[in-house]
């Protein structure tokens, strides 16, 4: 059995009660109301009303944490010491897609170190939830991050900008360098699930710039506790910071860091 305090079983409740109307949602989706944010940035009412969900439960459970939500951006809380980083819908363009792979990314932050993060897709009902100090599971199953020791068998997970977005010449030499020396590349659309995917040793590595802190915080926790290593594309552990994220396991990450480092940006 998984390990669960109560601040994870909040946390779990508060994503199932979020994830149920999520996915009726998901079927509906010609119902839904859409507002353009940005070019190829949608924002829908199930992303708003999913993040309301989710602090109204929260917050009832524990008054006083401050949040950072990426529709409501900052909420300060009497309780300066804990605050939730949470991702109401991450990979909205699968969900307006019709893709069912997106989740609910919600992780606690206690003294400004990540202690808990959960990672919910609502369609596969694949819950992975992670503890500092006590492991990461999947749906109560332990996980552990791929075993591999070489690049050349590895699949790696990425995420690329889009119109609108910098960074699409230095991507480009990213994954030059990368299909060069691995199995392959993947791009899955959710940074929250790729890093959970890590955390279950399906993909061997992940990177990706330009990241806000709620697409990682909760997946930083996952990879840690499933025997992997998260940093910055610089090798640093300013990863919410600075929006870069490169993960692996042990063998594979020292590899990966030192190829980026390799490519001018
Ligand atoms: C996005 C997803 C995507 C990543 C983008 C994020 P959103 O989050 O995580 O995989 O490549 O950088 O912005 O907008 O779907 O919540
Ligand atoms: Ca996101
Ligand atoms: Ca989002």
Redesign the pocket.
């Known amino acids: 059995m998984a390990f669960s305090s109560p601040a994870l079983n909040v946390m779990v409740a508060a994503a199932r009660k979020a994830g149920r109307p999520l996915i009726r949602d998901f079927n509906e989706l010609e119902n839904l109301q859409i507002s353009m944010k940005g070019p190829a940035?949608f924002v829908t009412s199930a992303?708003k009303r999913t993040e309301k969900i989710l602090i109204d439960e929260l917050t009832k459970a524990r008054p006083g944490y401050g949040f950072l939500g990426?529709e409501g951006g900052v909420l300060k809380g009497a309780d300066a010491t804990h605050r939730f980083i949470i991702?109401?819908?991450?990979?909205?363009?699968?969900?307006m897609h019709g893709i069912p792979h997106?989740a609910i990314s919600i992780a606690l932050e206690r003294e400004g170190q990540l202690v808990a993060g959960l990672v919910y897709n609502p369609v596969t009902d694949d819950m992975f939830t992670a503890e500092k100090g006590h492991g990461a599971y999947l749906n109560n199953k332990r996980l552990r991050v791929a075993a591999r020791k070489e690049l050349a068998p590895s699949v790696i997970a990425?995420?690329?900008?889009?119109l609108g977005?910098d960074g699409h010449a230095r991507a480009a030499a990213e994954m030059a360098e990368v299909m060069n020396v691995t199995a392959g590349i993947r791009?899955?659309?959710?940074?929250?699930?790729?890093l959970a995917w890590v955390a279950a040793g399906r993909f061997d590595g992940f990177w990706?710039?330009?990241?806000?802190a709620?697409?990682?915080a909760a997946g930083i926790v996952l990879v840690r506790e499933a025997g992997g290593m998260v940093t910055d594309l610089r090798g640093g552990a300013e990863m919410l910071a600075q929006g870069t994220v490169l993960a692996a396991n042990e063998n594979l990450h020292p590899q990966l860091l030192k190829l980026f480092k390799t490519i001018k940006s």
């Open positions: 940035d992303d990426e991702d109401p819908i991450d990979g909205t363009t699968n969900f997106f990425t995420g690329l900008p889009f977005k791009r899955f659309g959710a940074a929250s699930l790729d990706e710039h330009s990241l806000q709620w697409d990682i």
